[in-house]
């Protein structure tokens, strides 16, 4: 499996922000995405996932294989940590919710309401949330806002565990994860706009 991008373009609003995206990423490797807030990366991972098309270009990858992780933790608050996570195996029809639990180090967590997390706790649950579905692609958008130093290292972990075992990762953060990962900087791929000549010089 090898996920491969050709000559994309896309569009946020209409207006558009990147163009001539070319990349590759193998089996058991990462990307790491860079570039100044509003560039696009979010448009760019929404349009890999599916969620939006492109303006132009190719993408080649199996999108059952991808599971989109944002801004939004996507948990339920009235359910525990634990039903949380067994409600996303269930949909996803996996197993691993001990797992899950194990690596955010949220066992001690598991019988608490997820309405009653605070922000860094609710942010590891909606991470924990990618090991139960049993999907190959991770494509994250800033997955490590709201999380302390140790939650980080916990984050790579288990993104390393992932890779291990033949998954990939697309990730646009602007911190160091420590990972080996490959780092793709959207800056040249910024959309040039037509020079519009002043009416005043014409």
Known sequence: ????????????????????VSFRLAVGHALVLRGPNGIGKTTL??????????????ISADREAMV????????????TVEEN????????????????LEAFALGPLADRPAGALSAGQKRRLGLARLL??????????EPTVSLDRAAVALFADAVRAHLADGGMAIIATH????LEAEVLDLTPFRTRLPAVADEGFL
């Open 132 to 141: 139960v579905t049993g999907r190959r692609i991770w494509v994250l958008d």
């Open 85 to 100: 996570l067994a409600f996303w195996a269930d949909l996803y029809r996996t197993d691993g919710v001990a797992r899950a």
């Open 1 to 20: 499996m090898e996920l491969v991008v050709e000559d994309l373009a896309v569009a946020r609003g209409g207006v558009a922000v990147l163009e001539g």
């Open 45 to 58: 991972l929404r349009a890999l996932a599916g969620l939006q098309p492109p303006r132009a270009g190719r």
């Open 175 to 178: 911190i160091d994860l420590g």
């Open 68 to 79: 989109y992780a944002a801004h939004s933790d996507g948990i339920k608050a009235m359910l």
